[in-house]
């Protein structure tokens, strides 16, 4: 990805922007392929990667990613499971919308789009490779997680120090 002084593809407006194209391995934002060049504001809209265009599987991988780990899966199943429900659903059953953990307290004020927005925006800096790496490292934590729920406790206290 390089970033000049060149008119932007969709708007024609003439400023720096980024250059979509070879940007497979550090990118923010997924595009089609009709750009070569955008200004900063037509690439947020013309993102085509969002929470609701991923499926849960890499969501959760998304939300264990952003948190370093200190989210297993099981945790962030049920941060993905709320969202997709919706705060109105949530709210009609008397629950409280929203992401009540420690860190969703402390870096979202228990905002849960906030925390979805940021790890979707976290996934879109992975490469595919790196994208597929944390698909099969949570896929293997969930079976664990399944067999034992300790020891996944135990995988999220050591993630943030071991590597996710």
Known sequence: MSLSLAKCDC????????????????????????????CNDCA??????????????????????????YAGPYHAARHVSDYREGQSAI???????????ERGSACFGNDLDALIESAVRHWGFKSDEERERLLAKVER????ESDDRLAGMALSLAAPVGGI
């Open 11 to 38: 708007c024609d407006v003439n400023e720096y922007t980024t250059s979509v194209r070879g940007a497979d391995t550090y990118r923010q934002f997924e595009f089609e392929d009709d750009f070569e060049n955008l």
């Open 44 to 69: 947020e809209e013309q993102n085509t990667l969002t929470a609701d265009t991923m499926g849960d599987a890499e969501l959760i991988a998304a939300i264990v990613s952003d948190s370093i780990g």
């Open 91 to 101: 709210e009609a059953e008397g629950r409280r919308y929203g992401c009540w953990c």
């Open 141 to 144: 934590w969930q079976e664990i």
